[in-house]
């Protein structure tokens, strides 16, 4: 919050009266009349814009005050424009002057002016009616002298394409077309005669305009780019720069929309490609005087044929082959490759988008394109502008007839396995996948083969990019990789601990093999686990799903339980499993889910030993077994012998008490032959035995060391379970009843050593007590416990406002006290 003092200048602000503020405003405009403006009025203006804003009104200044106020816009001094430009978006425009764009204002734009101009225009008829006023000033005659306002004419229109496209009308789009086409492909080969403005530009200085050179030093051989270098620059110049840097937005915004008569434009733009090409063939000569052949530059003169949209497209493709063309030069400077490579990244996408609009480009863009694919394919430094290519390629290259394979292996390849902690990299293929979705699955089968590779980058920093995951994993899962994908899943914080072991590595000794316990760096180096480690970063699915020696690979890993990276990992997990399963559900058959079971089962001992992560794990298992088992209950027959394995197995209670219990609530909810008609009397006395030899150890004995006494739930469902299956084997009702009346029996001597808390026992023998009094009526028993399912949906037994509860409570009171 605020300052006390600065409360109290706020305060203020706000109460000043009226006649004390007209007295301000008087003081103010005899301030702004003199010749020289020093830190009194700078102090005045700052208070001014206090009491403007510390009001939610909004006011009006006096006429005299408000264009002083105005005129320090085009003040030499930016202070004076900052607040100034201020003062004014606080204020209401004078009357009748709203959306008055005149020639004089428009001739003094700068940057604070523009954005004052664009924050003033309250509806889309002032948008156009400054578009309309900006769109003159382009079309006058350009005087001998620079135009200030020309450099931000631009800016501000992209803007307003950005916030209302539909402003400007045709006769627009043609006049900026036109314009954009001159600043483009003929601005001055020529230096400027000032001195440069720094930005994009540097290069070597002289004393007399001569012509612009190339990154490398050499004299510029063809028209005007971003990539010429000079003392100074002029300001057609200046204006393809800018025009370069709006000129997808325009494409995009306004060029996307074929025309009408979409056979015979195609037609048309196809024997016009033959007709540039014919006339690359015969080596015409550039428009612009003195510059050497290039293909970039041979077309001009057929171009002028063109509709000013085409001709500008037409242009934009040869400005974008130019620029690839310079892009091969070698820089003097950093600074210099960094700006070949932004160019070359807008260059690929421009020419995406004019291809995108005319196909018979694409024939005369793809030899550039794979010419430069091929330049810079084995530079991973160039990764960012490879991106774009293989869009070039995805959304081109099956019309072109080009083999993609290197491309996709690159982008699947060697961009994730070599470059997973580039967090730039990452999220700029992370959004090309999320894009190019449908495309990709229909024309790319390496794509769902390579998540292994693609989840390092979420393995290394899970918190940036697991939301692109989360959309991108639906995709992943197929009938050939399901079962991979949730091995490699669970692996995640190996996989995590593994990159980090991997890029430490590089500055950590190489291990003698000994006889001492490895350490996590000295065992990633050590060649007896190096196939382990390989495994986990392999790039391709299809090698396995999983690995034996997972429990050897946890404990060479034991200390990275506590690495941030890993941790973080560890917690997106759980989120992405549950996409994964939710995914697997709705298409998948039993056969996959049956699988899916037992790999459930048994990883649930085999993750790296994070307690949080093995516990949310352990839930997301629970919750979708039983979802698998609602949607096809024939899946615990299919499974029952790992089923009762599980189930049988101690150890599992105090272990992994939720999957536990929840397999065991499966067993005795679905063991039934109502469920499947395999479900023999056998198979249900097989599953009593087994849960009956766990119900009675763990309540006859105390926990194992280390271990906490069994929690009530997994007692209380063991009992359930047992009771639902005997009410379907009647012969298995004494052998249940026997040992509900001894636990009913054993607890009356008070606490015993398998339960820690009174309420819990408590519980537990008014749960045993429930279902003696049921198995005391086996007819009653199976209707209650195993209902049909018209009882069950909706499920009146667990309905407060109908009778059965109070039947149910009714029964179990009568039986009770016989």
Known sequence: MYSHGAESLIKQAREIQESELQKFYSRLVKLLQGKELGHETVDSLQRLHLILSATKYTRTLPPELQKRVQSLLSSPTEHFQVLSSAVLRETLPLSGQEGNYNQENISQLNSHAAALVLSQAGSRADLSSLCAQLLRGLESRQSEGPTPSLTYTLPILNTILT??????????????????????????????????????FTGPRSRQPVPTAELDGAVSGDFFTVLCVGQGFTEDQWMNVYSFSMLRHWLLTYHSVSSGNGTADTANRLQLSLSLSHSFSNDDRSEVDGSVVSMVSATSSTSRLLPPKERLREKSFQYCLRLIEQSDRKAHKKTDTDLQKACLVEAVCIL??????????????????????????????????????????????????????????????????????????AHELLRFLRLNLKSLQRRVPQYTRSFPNLLKFLAWDSPAVVDDFVDLLPSLVTAGTAVELLHTLLDLPCLSATLVLQVRSTCLPISEPGGRVLLS????????????????????????????????????????????????????????????????????????????????????????NIPEYNREIHRVFSSHLLRFCKLHPSL????????????????????????????????????????????????????????????????????????????????????????????????????????????????????????????????????GEELWSLLKAPGVAQSVLTPPPHVTTPQWHRDTNVAMPLRLRALTSLTHSQ
């Open 521 to 608: 760096p000295d065992a990633y180096r050590n060649p007896s686990f190096r196939g382990l480690f390989l495994f986990l970063l392999r790039g391709d699915a299809g090698s396995g799903d999983t690995i034996d020696r997972l429990s050897t690979l946890h404990e060479l890993l034991a200390e990275s339980a506590d690495w941030p990276r890993v941790v973080q990992c560890a917690q997106t997990v759980p989120v992405l499993l549950h996409v994964y399963f939710n995914t697997v559900i709705t298409g998948a058959d039993e056969k996959l889910l049956s699988h899916l079971i037992l790999v459930m089962l048994e990883r649930s001992s085999l993750l790296l």
């Open 163 to 200: 916030l209302s496209p539909e402003c400007l009308t045709e006769d627009h789009l043609t006049l900026l077309s036109k314009k954009l086409v001159d600043w483009l492909r003929y601005a001055s080969i020529t230096q400027g005669g000032g001195a440069s403005s720094g930005g994009f």
């Open 352 to 425: 995406d988008c004019v291809c995108e609009e005319d196909a018979s480009l694409v024939f005369r863009a793809f030899p550039c394109i794979k010419a430069l694919f091929g330049r810079l394919s084995s530079d991973l430094a160039f990764a960012r502008v490879l991106l774009p290519i293989a869009q070039f390629y995805l959304n081109h290259g099956e019309m072109a007839a080009v083999d993609c394979e290197s491309v996709w292996k690159l982008v699947f390849g060697r961009f994730p396995a070599e470059l997973f902690n580039d967090h730039f990299l």
């Open 636 to 767: 615990v027959v299919d499974q029952s012998h790992e089923l009762l394995e599980f189930a049988g197995a101690t150890a599992n209670v105090y272990s992994k008490e939720e999957i536990y219990t929840h397999v065991v609530w499966v067993l005795g909810e679905y063991l039934s032959v109502s469920c499947d008609s395999r479900c023999s009397v056998r198979l249900i006395t097989s599953c009593f035995e087994a849960l009956e030899a766990v119900l009675f150890e763990i309540t006859s004995s105390v926990p194992p060391p280390g271990a906490d006494c069994p929690a009530p739930r997994v007692i209380t469902t063991l009992m359930s379970a047992l009771a639902k299956l005997a009410s379907r084997s009647h012969d298995l009702i004494p052998r249940v009843s026997l040992f509900l009346s001894k636990l009913r029996t054993l607890t009356r001597g008070g606490s015993v050593a398998w339960c820690a808390d009174e309420e819990d026992l408590v519980a537990i023998v008014m749960r």
